[in-house]
Antibody, heavy 119, light 111 residues
Framework: QVQLVESGGGVVQPGGSLTLSCAAS????????MQWVRQAPGKGLEWVSL????????YYADSVKGRFTVSRDNAKDTLYLQMDSLRAEDTAVYYC????????????WGQGTMVTVSS | QSALTQPASVSGSPGQSITLSCVGT?????????VSWYQQNPGKAPKLLIY???NRPSGVSDRFSGSKSGNTASLTISGLQPEDEADYYC???????????FGGGTKLTVL
């Protein structure tokens, strides 16, 4: 069935880097925009990034702009989030979500991957 | 501080109808019909309930409906059921530098 599976989370020191992946299956990945949304422990949802289906348009939350880079490989049906200069406040569960019509809503979500930034 | 304002908690009884509010500004909710609503159960991923103000994805119960008036969007749940107890989040497109904004979430308790 239609599915998104995130991976790559873990524990990283402040200032470090981490790359998350989101593997898509059972739908035509190249025709959908994709988003990253995060949720700090016990907190609400925070939008992180959106990339259009062709990868040419990318958008970021102010809180991650200049530190995070979203990309995709349509040949591999995979979405990525390169996270650099990580801070304690980046600690969260990171979800990827499918964005039909390159929209700002997500109709299919992955199970999430935990990122902990701590020394 | 979230960009969109939602009440922290609401409660209702089984069978009742309840409306959750989401207050934005003329930069987001008031200017665009790109409001969506999500339901999240503890430890689970969010589930899309409503998109583009009042559209329901296939498979979502028609007990959930969305609307908008000015800078305020609303999610109405009719015939409240125990399984509706969850956290609910609104979000919207925004013309600010952060393109997408979420509300802080509302915890719904079914008494």
């Amino acid at each position: 069935q239609v599915q998104l599976v995130e991976s790559g989370g873990g524990v990283v020191q402040p200032g470090g880097s981490l790359t998350l992946s989101c593997a898509a299956s059972a739908f035509t990945f190249s025709t959908y925009g994709m988003q990253w949304v995060r949720q700090a422990p016990g907190k609400g949802l925070e939008w992180v990034s959106l990339i259009w289906n062709h990868g040419g348009n990318k958008y970021y939350a102010d809180s991650v702009k200049g530190r995070f880079t979203v990309s995709r490989d349509n040949a591999k049906d995979t979405l990525y989030l390169q996270m650099d200069s990580l801070r304690a406040e980046d600690t969260a569960v990171y979800y990827c979500a499918r964005a039909p019509y390159n929209s700002v809503w997500g109709d299919i979500w992955g199970q999430g991957t935990m990122v902990t930034v701590s020394s | 501080q979230s960009a969109l304002t939602q009440p922290a908690s609401v409660s209702g009884s089984p069978g009742q109808s309840i409306t959750l509010s989401c207050v934005g500004t003329f930069d987001d909710v008031g200017a665009y019909n790109f409001v969506s609503w999500y339901q999240q159960n503890p430890g689970k991923a969010p589930k899309l309930l409503i998109y583009d103000v009042n559209n329901r994805p296939s498979g979502v119960s028609d007990r959930f409906s969305g609307s908008k008036s000015g800078n305020t969007a609303s999610l109405t749940i009719s015939g409240l059921q125990p399984e509706d107890e969850a956290d609910y989040y609104c979000n919207s497109y925004s013309s600010s530098t952060t393109r997408v904004v979420f509300g802080g979430g509302t915890k719904l308790t079914v008494l």
